[in-house]
Nanobody, 124 residues
């Protein structure tokens, strides 16, 4: 089992950057594939990015490709989401999630563990 805690959210102007962190508890963090999702007010939760256990394989939603980078440091039990060139439409609560499923997945139903979320607000 793993517990997740996001941090790093905040208010930023359009065009700015933020780096989200997700700290995981548990001794088997490196065995999980990880993902970031977001949920804007009045909208369904949507996939943002996913990362394999080694950090070598990544996958992004088209809406963030080229602007966001997902990475992990297994020695620190932490996964990151570097967000550049932020847009107002990136405003949402961002969640990290862990899955025991083999291979990367964009579907939230396939993730076993979730953090509490961190708010990102991008002003125009």
């Amino acid at each position: 089992q793993v517990q997740l805690a996001e941090s790093g959210g905040g208010l930023v102007q359009a065009g700015g950057s933020l780096r989200l962190s997700c700290a995981a508890s548990g001794r088997t963090f490196s065995s999980y594939n990880m993902g970031w999702f977001r949920q804007a007010p009045g909208k369904e939760r949507e996939f943002v990015a996913a990362l394999g256990w080694s950090g070598a394989v990544t996958y992004y939603a088209d809406s963030v490709k080229g602007r966001f980078t997902i990475s992990r440091d297994n020695a620190k039990n932490t996964v990151y989401l570097q967000m550049n060139s932020l847009k107002p439409e990136d405003t949402a609560v961002y969640y990290c999630a862990a899955t025991t499923r083999a291979g990367l997945t964009t579907q939230d139903k396939n993730y076993n563990y979730w953090g509490q979320g961190t708010q990102v607000t991008v002003s125009s």
